[in-house]
């Protein structure tokens, strides 16, 4: 299906929610819940299973700062290639350099941004 070039531009999550709980096969429904009145609901999605249960869902939603976004991911990048220079007999110069960017993915906050750039060029070059 081709996207609707005149449709809302905007994605919310307690939609994206709903149809995907909606499309398992394990559930032949998913939808809001709405009150017959007051307030509008946006955080309740009501599922029925297959099988006949139902599960009530409250979505919170939490942002995470610009500045953090990638830092963990890049830091696990270090601590996976570390790892597997540790997977089969190493020699002792890739131990000390396993256990050096082990220690710079477990301090990555603590680190400065050189230091940072420099294990995950190291990393990258470990996992290729």
């Known amino acids: ?3 609707d070039p005149d449709g809302e531009r905007v994605a919310y999550a307690w939609d994206a929610v709903a149809a995907a709980i909606g499309n398992h096969p394990h559930f032949i429904r998913a ?3 709405q009150p017959s009145f007051g307030p509008l609901n946006l955080n309740t999605i009501t599922a029925l299973t297959r099988t006949g249960s139902e599960y009530t869902l409250t ?3 939490g942002y995470r700062p610009a500045d953090d976004q990638g830092h963990s991911t890049l830091a696990a990048d270090v601590a996976y290639a570390a790892d597997r220079l540790l997977v089969s007999a190493p020699s002792d110069a890739e131990r000390a ?3 050096l960017l ?3 993915a477990a301090t990555w906050d603590k680190q400065d941004l050189p230091l940072r750039e420099h ?3 190291i990393a990258r070059t470990l996992t290729r």
Do not use: D, F, G, W
Request: no cysteine; glycine share 0%.
């Open 119 to 121: 294990a995950q060029a």
């Open 1 to 3: 299906m081709e996207p």
């Open 59 to 61: 979505l919170t939603a």
């Open 31 to 33: 939808a809001l819940e």
């Open 97 to 99: 350099t396993a256990e």
């Open 102 to 104: 082990n220690y710079v």
